[in-house]
């Protein structure tokens, strides 16, 4: 029975709202009754009717809101600050002065004395540059760090969600059904220059490629091992866009964000998933064009020990996708690997071929 | 020249900030007000009272439920200008819709779609005649009337049917956890 009345209930507050969010705005007859209605419910039938309206601007959040409208709103709020500055500063200067005939050099002297007080004081009160203090403390902590291993995700840029096999061009699937591709990739770090990188083929076969610091080496499916000493041999194909910012590196590759980058500290959050934890959150934006690269990177780092958590690129275009992506590469284990896990033997069954080139 | 820098700087921080509550802001708005230019200009007020009292700001609380607060007390000012744009109103309510905004927002992913991902999947799982209605109406941008024209159903069938494929949306996404039962 109470059931019963409860359903009615809802029904009586949901034909409501929703003749109410159905009806065009401007003076129509049901908006009056809906307002007239809305004031008698009581609050149990206000929330009903609030959760309604909510199904109903995330829908619209959802059908309408894109990379340009989001955009042009926040190009349009920042234009009126920065008017709305000019504003108060050309008040400002307009303010009647008062006649400073009679001011002293006593106390001309004082403000000269305050002003130098104050600036000592700034200065020695303000805490070191944050953002480029944390991008130190994470290059040195590469130096030190142990074995490290990342995921790697390509997102959808506007929702930011994981991209699938069907968001791969038709021209891409057609002329490249073998290449191996960055999203879902595996990659294991020691140091600075021992790497082993996993990546798949949309068949599910997989390619290999990775440092031990001394040579390079690559391994395909069906296909000979290549070592190389060239410090350049078998490098990753990274994105076009990032091929002068991101190397396996990271390290270096912190290094020059660190150079052609404003970075910004913006405290601790939590990553995703992992809501346990805060990590120290950067926002770097690319000074200016001259250098290829994203023109956002974020990055979360751990506060005391500077070890890299995330690092995301935003608008990077990819081999195969349409509309730009973000790249991310996030920290999933930091397990000890096994001694020789950076040669390439580790890798590929005994006995198989292995050509060993001086120049490649 | 100092200040300069640091006003920049500020301004640079703000920005950051305004980019990453956009869309959970603006569903708040939408929420309340049926006048989607009223949504505008209550968004772009909203943020431009946040910057001149961002010294008033306590920046060891969420920036969230303070950006919302200033966006309850604007939308209480424009229901006394605009009735019939606003159909929920009063402190309680508005807490309330808050409350739900900031259990969204807690859930994991970055950007404010991916919070509310489990509603595409929710939109999926309508039965096609309701699904029909949501995609004319929200991806469409279709009119009650309009549809009704388009579908040949009457404009009553019509409001039943966005009617129930919301309350549908609703359980949907409260079995997902997304929303919170009333009263919680």
């Known amino acids: 029975m109470t059931t019963e009345s409860n359903e009615s209930e809802n029904r009586l507050v949901d034909q409501l709202s929703n003749q109410w969010l159905d009806t065009e705005p401007g003076g129509s007859e049901f908006h009056v009754s809906a307002m007239n209605v809305s004031e008698s419910l009581n609050s149990k039938q206000l929330q009903r009717a609030t959760d309604v309206q909510l199904i109903h601007a995330m829908l619209t959040s959802l059908a309408e809101d894109n990379e340009d409208t989001r955009q042009y709103r926040v190009n349009k709020l920042m234009q009126s600050i920065r008017a709305d500055r000019k504003r108060i500063h050309g008040k400002q200067l307009t303010s009647p002065k008062k006649p400073r005939r009679y001011v002293g050099p006593a106390i001309r002297l004082g403000t000269a ?248 | 020249m100092a200040f300069r820098s640091r006003h920049n700087e500020a301004q640079a921080i703000f920005e950051i900030l305004v980019r990453e509550n956009e869309a959970m802001l603006m569903t708040y708005l939408r929420a309340a007000v049926h006048n989607q230019s009223a949504v505008e200009d209550l968004f772009q007020e909203t943020m431009l009272v946040a910057w001149r009292k961002i010294n008033d700001y306590d920046r060891s609380c969420p920036f969230g439920p303070w950006i919302r607060g200033i966006a309850g007390k604007l939308i209480m000012a424009h229901f006394r200008k605009a009735k019939s744009d606003i159909m929920i109103t009063g402190c309680e309510t508005l807490e309330y819709l808050s409350r739900q905004i900031e259990h969204i927002h807690e859930r994991s992913g970055d950007t404010w779609e991916q919070k509310i991902d489990a509603l595409r999947h929710c939109i999926e799982a309508l039965p096609d005649n309701y699904r029909e209605m949501i995609e004319m109406r929200y991806f469409k941008r279709q009119s009650a009337s309009k549809i009704s024209e388009i579908t040949k159903v009457s404009l009553e069938a019509v409001r039943k049917r966005l009617q129930r494929a919301r309350a549908q949306l609703l359980d949907c996404l409260r079995r997902k956890k997304v929303v919170m039962e009333a009263g919680t």
């Open chain 1, 113 to 360: 004395a305050m002003i130098i007080i104050g600036i000592t004081i700034l200065l020695t009160s303000l805490p070191p540059n944050k953002a480029m203090a944390t991008i130190d403390q994470m290059i040195s902590a590469i130096e030190n760090a142990g074995d490290r291993t990342y995921s790697v995700v390509v997102r959808d840029q506007r929702t930011g969600r994981r991209e699938r096999a069907a968001a791969i061009s038709a021209v891409e699937r057609r002329n490249h059904p073998e290449r191996a591709v960055l999203d879902g990739a595996k990659l294991y770090l020691r140091g600075r220059d021992n790497y082993v990188l996993y990546r798949y083929t949309r068949s599910g076969q997989t390619v290999v490629n990775g440092s031990d610091g001394k040579s390079n080496w690559l391994i395909r499916p069906k296909r000979t091992v290549l070592v190389s000493s060239a410090p350049q041999a078998f490098r990753i194909p990274m994105p076009e866009d990032l091929a002068d910012l991101l190397t396996l590196d990271f390290g270096e590759t912190l290094q020059r964000i660190r150079e052609r980058y404003k970075i910004k500290y913006l405290g601790t959050v939590p990553v995703e998933q992992d809501q346990d934890t805060s990590w120290a959150y950067l926002h770097a934006t690319q000074r200016n064009r001259r250098f290829r690269g994203p023109r956002v990177i974020r990055i979360w780092a751990h506060p005391d020990t500077g070890l890299l958590r995330r690092i995301e690129f935003a608008d990077v275009r990819l081999q195969g996708y349409a509309e730009p992506k973000k790249l991310i590469f996030d920290l999933i284990d930091q397990k000890q690997l096994p001694n020789d896990w950076f040669t390439h033997s580790a890798h590929h069954p005994v006995g198989a071929k292995v050509d060993s080139l001086s120049e490649y």
